[in-house]
């Protein structure tokens, strides 16, 4: 009967864990009540744009499960509902394929010369509109943390 009942509680402490994880699609307008600072930059005499930004959140330790940052291009621009359902893509024990995703990437960290970490990408103007930088866990989560897209086109 003991075992019955800490099964239970240990069932439904974790579905609640991962009922507190928390979705925001970071703007301009809302990038630092998150924390983040992300800028944006047109490229001299070109048709792009250099987006860089950092969050202490993201780790690509392989001891603990981290944060990655990863870049998703799309046939077509994701509602906000597409945006939050970007995690289903890369959860590894229920991945759904989106025929709307057309690559993802990893983003690899880069240090200034004063040994800064941040993250960077150059992108044409063109796809910004249907590209977007999702930063998330590799794995299923049940610490209750943010996941989020930075919506590029608003960065424009």
Known sequence: ?????????????????????????ITPENMKVHGLDISSSKIE?????????????????????AKSAWIVFTNSGLTLNGQSNLRRHFDS???????????????????DKDGNRYFEV?????????????????????????YYSIDLIKFK
């Open 1 to 25: 009967m003991k075992l019955c009942i800490y099964l239970i509680i240990v069932f439904f402490v974790c579905s609640a864990n991962a009922a507190w994880s928390k979705f925001a699609r």
């Open 122 to 146: 150059v992108l044409d103007s063109e796809i910004m509109d249907k590209t977007y930088i999702y930063v998330g866990p590799e794995l299923p989560m049940t610490d209750g943390s943010l």
């Open 93 to 111: 024990k229920q991945m759904e394929v989106d025929s709307n995703i057309l690559l993802t990437s990893m983003i690899s960290e880069t240090y």
């Open 45 to 65: 005499n070109t048709n792009k744009y250099r987006i860089r930004f950092n969050d202490d959140r993201i780790s690509v330790s392989k001891l603990l499960v």
